[in-house]
């Protein structure tokens, strides 16, 4: 008997949905990817962009040329995914597109330039980077998108819903290491995007005391006491500024930083660390980059066109479902003759036949308009597999008689008898196993004896008697 078979646990879907927390589950998550033309510094931006949208992306994915958007939708519903980026990169521009998971609407942007994040990095004076920032997402800043049209109200709604929402009367202040910044310029329809760390230091310091409380290491060589340092202010840099008061503000939480204390005065500064994109809207699409165009920059139509375009639209969906209908309908009937002939073949290989004499008949009167005759179409009794049954209470004999048990018993008590197989006077009688005429005759039984070292001698089935071999050696070495 075979073993049970194992059940492995299922640690899927469910298990892996109840085990994450609500905050991340409907945090909007998101993909960046690029399409189109290879270009190393496209890649590079796309992973500077995925750096922003962290911790809720995908920092990892390996697009491949041969997946298709429609592999990278099917996916998001499994990992809570909500937006995509996409940058195509054609011949003669750059593109870049915000698609809201899974039905639309559509954001197609053109880039005009854009920084790469190592090259920010490199031109700053300070480089504040830390992975630490990264672990929670960024603050959103939205920048004179309050004009007319309702293509600005759209593209302010997307930028903010690409990253998760901020609740005041809850939010940990120590979190906000990052902010993100979209400012439209109304004049020359530009979004100016900047990617900044925050940084909170305490106000009210001298210079000298401010670096030891920040836990740099100040340079004492000029100085006999740490009394002079601080009383003097002289030691300090000069390329540091005085802090702007704008940025000065009240804390309401005590920070990790030192010296940032709950109702004590800091001031907040901001560190570019990348990307800059600067975009251009150029038009809106109702679905998941397909559907009625709702805003185009280049292109205006009249009312009568939109719906001319809306009617079009409209019916290139009900031909596409239509066709999708009629394969449906031609799948199913392939399916079904394949399914009769499968069976056809299965009944004529019995020797069965699907015609029906009575349609014979009437195509025979139809066709030459007389009745056929009664011998010409007749019915065949379907055969029966069956024996007749037999009258009088007969049965028929089985095919095998039945083995009686008492007779296996008798039959296995001779197999196992071992007086008469095992006969030593008939296994070892070679007058009958060995007769042939290259025998040794033994004078003393007077009879042969087999010689089995006469390596000479070779028997002659002809003559039927030993023939003398020169080609073999007298003694084996």
């Not at 010296?259 to 809207?281: A, C, F, M, W, Y």
């Not at 038009?283 to 009312?303: A, F």
């Not at 066709?367 to 029966?384: C, N, Q």
């Not at 037999?390 to 095919?399: F, P, Q």
Request: glycine share 4%; net charge positive.
């Amino acid at each position: 008997m075979g073993g049970k078979k194992k059940v492995h646990p299922k640690t899927r879907t469910a298990a892996f949905k109840a085990s994450e927390p609500s905050e991340i589950v409907e945090a909007p998550h998101s993909f960046v990817i690029h399409r189109g033309l290879t270009c190393p510094y496209i890649t590079d931006l796309t992973l500077d962009f995925r750096r922003i949208m962290e911790p809720f992306t995908a920092s990892n994915l390996r697009e491949k040329r041969m997946n298709r958007i429609k592999d990278f939708v099917s996916l998001s519903s499994f990992f809570h995914v909500s937006h995509m980026g996409i940058f195509n990169k054609a011949s003669t521009q750059l593109s870049f597109k915000v698609v809201r998971l899974p039905r639309g609407p559509s954001l197609t942007f053109k880039v005009h330039q854009f920084t790469l994040a190592r090259d920010v990095i490199s031109l700053s004076r300070k480089q504040m980077i830390d992975n630490d920032h990264f672990k929670h997402a960024p603050l959103v800043i939205m920048n004179n998108f309050s004009g007319d049209g309702k293509h600005l109200k759209l593209m302010a709604t997307t930028f903010q819903n690409m990253f998760p929402s901020i609740n005041l009367a809850q939010v940990n202040i120590g979190t906000i290491r990052r902010c993100v910044l979209f400012s439209y310029n109304p004049e020359t329809k530009l979004v100016e995007m900047r990617h900044y760390s925050v940084q909170v230091v305490p106000v009210g310091l001298k210079r000298a005391v401010q670096k030891i409380v920040k836990g740099t290491v100040p340079n004492l060589g000029k100085c006999n006491e740490v009394v002079d340092f601080v009383t003097k202010d002289g030691y300090a840099s000069e390329s540091e500024a005085e802090d702007d008061e704008q940025s000065h503000v009240v804390l309401a939480q005590t920070l990790k930083s030192k010296g940032n204390l709950e109702d004590n005065k800091s001031s907040i500064k901001l560190h570019e660390i990348g990307p800059r994109l600067t975009l251009q809207l150029i038009k809106i699409e109702e679905g998941l980059l397909t559907g009625e165009v709702l805003y185009h920059d280049h292109v205006v139509k009249t009312e009568e066109e939109k719906e001319t375009t809306r009617k079009l639209v409209e019916k290139k969906r009900k031909q596409k479902e239509q066709r999708k209908k009629e394969q449906a309908e031609n799948r199913a009937r392939n399916l079904k003759i394949k399914k009769d002939e499968k069976w056809a073949a299965k009944r004529e290989a019995e020797g069965r036949n699907d015609s029906d004499p009575e349609d014979d008949a009437e195509y025979y009167k139809e066709e030459v308009g007389e009745d056929p005759d009664e011998e010409l179409f007749k019915m065949e009794e379907k055969s029966s597999r069956k024996r007749p049954n037999l009258t009088g209470g007969m049965k028929y004999k089985n095919k095998r008689p039945k083995l009686d048990t008492k007779d296996k018993k008798v039959k296995r008590k001779d197999k196992f008898d071992r007086k008469d197989k095992f006969d030593r006077k008939d296994k070892f009688d070679r007058k009958d196993k060995f007769d042939r005429k290259d025998k040794k005759f033994d004078h003393k039984n007077k009879k042969d004896k087999f010689d089995p070292k006469n390596r000479r001698a070779k028997f002659d089935p002809k003559n039927k008697r030993a023939k003398f071999d020169h080609k073999k050696s007298r003694k084996s070495k």
